[in-house]
């Protein structure tokens, strides 16, 4: 029976694909709802304590229903549909970032920036020669597969989905074609990596008593006040919330539009970065600079940083879901040898990063600031972001601020940025073995920044 529902389901909306669009809206808008509502239940509650996203779950259920699940009662049509669906709800989380927030003082603030960008910088570029290290001296001897392999690591987990489907057109004209479908599978699971692994982190953090403690009662709280307020003026408030959240996404996609107006001008490779950089960078810029005109103008009450809050939490979750209710399994068994190696070694490169690297440049709420970029370096900015709340639900420390302003600054480089657009191009003139000894002396160059700043702290701590 279960077979059968797919396929009448498919027969229907091949004759119009009209119902196609309306059945995955309307189911995208019952999660919402059901996520809205159900993060509030006790249980829901209890699993977040836990480090448990009720997301990771529902993303199981759906991955479970999904066309390529054990029980196949979603139609393909609709998740492709909702494959396209990460990057507006990744812009829609960015864009909510900084509106609730106070901006934070520039004094004392760039340290921690650039101990963030050097972690995040010392992860990715490290992805490209630990790739390149797999595919030359095991994946080559042994599978002959392309040199090109080398960079699925940073397209796939830093990238994800939105970067590997991108990136598909270059390895084509490179004569890599089927790069798109092994980088979308990379980007699976990484996506998967970083929400399985990173919860784990996060309750074993909290057991080892690595988090910064918080009083567990107010997990899972609303924030709502005693007062007791219309349902009039409850809409009126998401309206408005909402109406910003619009404006900071609408000044990304005004700024994205100016940059590939000229870039044609400067031609190159600032060209072919213009036409893969994602919006949601420049919406958080947008987020930024909106909030500075309200607390210019003294019309922060506009804002409710829980409306704010509770925006980002929710696309953050339906992100997760819809990503893995359209996941490819049968992609994954096809080559999982070499992407097993390379999953692999690109997750112990992030540990490596988790335990080791991040003790070297962070002094302060280390373990929030590394399972942040742990989540980013392995299933893109939104698995940090969501890692980052469940290890600090209530926003206790500074390191969202510092982990958003990071991600501006590191953006344009990685994650389908300048970097991740030369490196296969790199690759094919230069060879593997030229991109990754430059990688790795990069890697070793980073590595030795973290220990001048580790020894700095040091030198601070001595003198006080």
Same mark, same amino acid.
Not at 70 to 77: R, T, V
Not at 111 to 124: F, N, Y
Not at 316 to 321: C, F
Not at 355 to 371: C, N, P, Q, T, Y
């Given at each position: 029976?279960?077979?059968? +529902?797919?396929?009448?389901?498919?027969?229907?909306?091949?004759?119009?694909?009209?119902?196609?669009?309306?059945?995955?809206?309307? =189911?995208?808008?019952?999660?919402?709802?059901?996520?809205?509502?159900?993060?509030?239940?006790?249980?829901?509650?209890?699993?977040?304590?836990?480090?448990?996203?009720?997301?990771?779950?529902?993303?199981?259920?759906?991955?479970?229903?999904?066309?390529?699940?054990?029980?196949?009662?979603?139609?393909?049509? +609709?998740? @492709?549909?909702?494959?396209?669906?990460?990057?507006?709800?990744?812009?829609?989380?960015?864009?909510?970032?900084?509106?609730?927030?106070?901006?934070?003082?520039?004094?004392?603030?760039?340290?921690?920036?650039?101990?963030?960008?050097?972690?995040?910088?010392?992860?990715?570029?490290?992805?490209?020669?630990?790739?390149?290290?797999?595919?030359?001296?095991?994946?080559?001897?042994?599978?002959?597969?392309?040199?090109?392999?080398?960079?699925?690591?940073?397209?796939?987990?830093?990238?994800?989905?939105?970067?590997?489907?991108?990136?598909?057109?270059?390895?084509?004209?490179?004569?890599?074609?089927?790069?798109?479908?092994?980088?979308?599978?990379?980007?699976? +699971?990484?996506?998967?990596?970083?929400?399985?692994?990173?919860?784990?982190?996060?309750?074993?953090?909290?057991?080892?008593?690595?988090?910064?403690?918080?009083?567990?009662?107010?997990?899972?709280?609303?924030?709502?006040?005693?007062?007791?307020?219309?349902?009039?003026?409850?809409?009126?408030?998401?309206?408005?919330?909402?109406?910003? +959240?619009?404006?900071?996404?609408?000044?990304?996609?005004?700024?994205?539009?100016?940059?590939?107006?000229?870039?044609?001008?400067?031609?190159?490779?600032? @060209?072919?970065?213009?036409?893969?950089?994602?919006?949601?960078?420049?919406?958080?810029?947008?987020?930024?600079?909106?909030?500075?005109?309200? #607390?210019?103008? #003294?019309?922060?009450?506009?804002?409710?940083?829980?409306?704010?809050?509770?925006?980002?939490?929710?696309?953050?979750?339906?992100?997760?879901?819809?990503?893995?209710?359209?996941?490819?399994?049968?992609?994954?068994?096809?080559?999982?040898?070499?992407?097993?190696?390379?999953?692999?070694?690109?997750?112990?490169?992030?540990?490596?990063?988790?335990?080791?690297?991040?003790?070297?440049?962070?002094?302060? #709420?280390?373990? #929030?600031?590394?399972?942040?970029?742990?989540?980013?370096?392995?299933?893109?900015?939104?698995?940090?972001?969501?890692?980052?709340? =469940?290890?600090?639900?209530?926003?206790?420390?500074?390191?969202?601020?510092?982990?958003?302003?990071?991600?501006? =600054?590191?953006?344009?480089?990685?994650?389908?940025?300048?970097?991740?657009?030369?490196?296969?191009?790199?690759?094919?003139?230069?060879?593997?073995?030229?991109?990754?000894?430059?990688?790795?002396?990069?890697?070793?160059?980073?590595?030795?920044?973290?220990?001048?700043?580790?020894?700095?702290?040091?030198?601070?701590?001595?003198?006080?």
């Amino acid at each position: 029976m279960n077979d059968l +529902v797919p396929i009448r389901i498919s027969q229907f909306l091949n004759f119009n694909p009209l119902p196609a669009f309306g059945l995955a809206i309307g =189911l995208f808008c019952l999660l919402a709802l059901f996520l809205s509502f159900g993060r509030r239940l006790q249980p829901a509650i209890l699993l977040e304590r836990l480090g448990i996203p009720i997301a990771l779950l529902v993303g199981f259920v759906a991955l479970l229903i999904g066309p390529f699940g054990k029980f196949p009662l979603l139609s393909q049509e +609709v998740t @492709e549909i909702w494959v396209d669906l990460p990057t507006p709800l990744l812009t829609l989380v960015f864009a909510s970032l900084m509106l609730g927030r106070p901006i934070p003082s520039s004094k004392g603030l760039w340290k921690p920036v650039a101990s963030q960008a050097v972690l995040g910088l010392l992860l990715g570029i490290g992805q490209y020669f630990v790739g390149g290290l797999v595919v030359l001296f095991v994946l080559i001897p042994l599978l002959g597969v392309n040199p090109l392999m080398g960079c699925l690591i940073e397209v796939g987990f830093e990238g994800g989905h939105g970067a590997a489907a991108i990136m598909g057109d270059s390895f084509f004209r490179l004569g890599y074609p089927e790069g798109l479908d092994l980088g979308l599978a990379m980007a699976t +699971v990484g996506l998967l990596s970083s929400t399985v692994f990173g919860s784990a982190l996060v309750v074993f953090g909290r057991w080892r008593g690595w988090v910064v403690p918080h009083a567990s009662e107010d997990i899972g709280s609303t924030g709502a006040t005693d007062s007791p307020i219309s349902l009039f003026e409850q809409l009126r408030q998401l309206f408005v919330n909402l109406i910003f +959240v619009g404006l900071a996404v609408l000044f990304g996609v005004i700024s994205l539009q100016g940059v590939r107006q000229i870039a044609p001008l400067l031609g190159g490779v600032f @060209e072919e970065v213009a036409l893969v950089f994602p919006v949601f960078p420049l919406a958080l810029l947008g987020s930024l600079f909106l909030r500075y005109i309200l #607390e210019v103008t #003294e019309n922060t009450d506009w804002i409710s940083q829980l409306l704010q809050r509770e925006i980002g939490t929710l696309a953050t979750d339906l992100l997760i879901i819809t990503a893995m209710a359209s996941l490819n399994l049968p992609l994954l068994t096809s080559d999982w040898i070499p992407l097993s190696a390379l999953a692999i070694a690109g997750l112990l490169w992030n540990f490596l990063g988790m335990f080791v690297f991040s003790r070297l440049v962070f002094r302060e #709420e280390w373990f #929030e600031r590394s399972i942040a970029e742990f989540g980013n370096a392995s299933g893109v900015a939104a698995s940090g972001i969501l890692l980052l709340r =469940l290890a600090d639900p209530l926003n206790l420390t500074k390191t969202l601020p510092i982990f958003s302003i990071k991600q501006l =600054l590191l953006q344009p480089l990685l994650s389908g940025g300048l970097i991740t657009v030369i490196a296969p191009i790199a690759v094919s003139q230069l060879g593997l073995k030229g991109w990754t000894e430059f990688c790795g002396v990069l890697t070793i160059s980073f590595i030795c920044i973290a220990v001048f700043i580790q020894r700095s702290i040091n030198e601070e701590q001595f003198e006080a």
